[in-house]
């Protein structure tokens, strides 16, 4: 199983990106999705999780300027980020729990990440 991860790049500060990332392989069902960054200097923190049902979860300092989506027909989840801010600036990471074809049970599963940087 494999996670690619695409959308990161370079924006002023109050701009807007758009972070997708698709999960591939011998995949018979994935549970939630999610996506994670880490700043230069910082530990890894959670941004952003939705279930296969659609409930999503926000970090605070996201909350009302990120919005967490899925399409399960595809295996692939997107963030839109709106209104960013420098501190926004890190890796992001998109995170699947994935069941094998075969297997038992969700495993967690890691994209390679994508670099955001808000600055002016």
């Known amino acids: 199983v494999q996670l690619q991860a695409s959308g990161g790049g370079l924006v002023q500060p109050g701009g807007s990106l758009r972070l997708s990332c698709s999960a591939s392989g011998s995949i018979f069902s994935i549970n939630a999705m999610g996506w994670y960054r880490q700043a230069p200097g910082k530990r890894r923190e959670l941004v952003a999780t939705?279930?296969?049902?659609?409930?999503?979860n926000y970090a605070d300092s996201v909350k009302g300027r990120f919005t967490i989506s899925r399409d399960n027909a595809k295996n692939t989840v997107y963030l839109q980020m709106n209104s960013l801010k420098p501190e926004d600036t890190a890796v992001y990471y998109c995170n699947a729990d994935v069941k094998r074809w075969g297997g038992v049970g969700y495993f967690p599963h890691w994209g390679q990440g994508t670099l955001v940087t808000v600055s002016s």
């Open positions: 939705i279930t296969s049902g659609g409930s999503t």
